[in-house]
């Protein structure tokens, strides 16, 4: 009678939430024995998880698994520029934005020898490529839109230029028209 009292106390004291049994003030919440040999244990809440919105209703807090990302990778070979790179050429320099196409030609320690689409061979730092097409994509949207900015500022200094301008122009004007001589009396 008295397993079957300590089994039904256990089992109201987990669904309850408590950390200790009521039938022992001081005892350990070690595994107890119940009435069908199975052990029972219930956690002990801590101040935070009670304030915990992920809790699911026993008390104990729910870890959901975080997904593994998919990566998106190119072929073989296949490389894309995560920064800005100049080459100079015999015609002059080449500028190649982030998220350009390049081909690996080979691989040196931490450097590669690579070509773009109009075949220049240069050599960048494995820290500057990428072969993650998500990446890549990342990169040239950063580039956009560093360059659309960029556009914006110099339209709208040149409007502003070109206001000023103007402004200067009507004075010069007004000046102009004031300085005119008067014209002679008649005598």
Known sequence: MRLHLLATALALSSMIGCS?????ANAPTAPAPTATGVQVHTPARSPASSRDPKQNSTGSTAIAPKPTPVRHLAPEGTYFLLQFVSITTPSGVVGLAPGAKITALAHHDASFKVSDADDHVFLVMESQI??????????????????????????????KYDEEQAKRWAQEQNAAKQRTPPKPSPR
């Not at 990342?138 to 200094?157: F, L, P």
């Open 130 to 159: 990428t072969n993650d097409l998500d990446l890549a994509a990342a990169a040239a949207r950063r580039d956009a839109a560093v360059q659309w900015r960029i556009q914006n500022q110099i339209v709208a200094e040149a409007r």
């Open 20 to 24: 200790k049994s009521p039938l022992s």
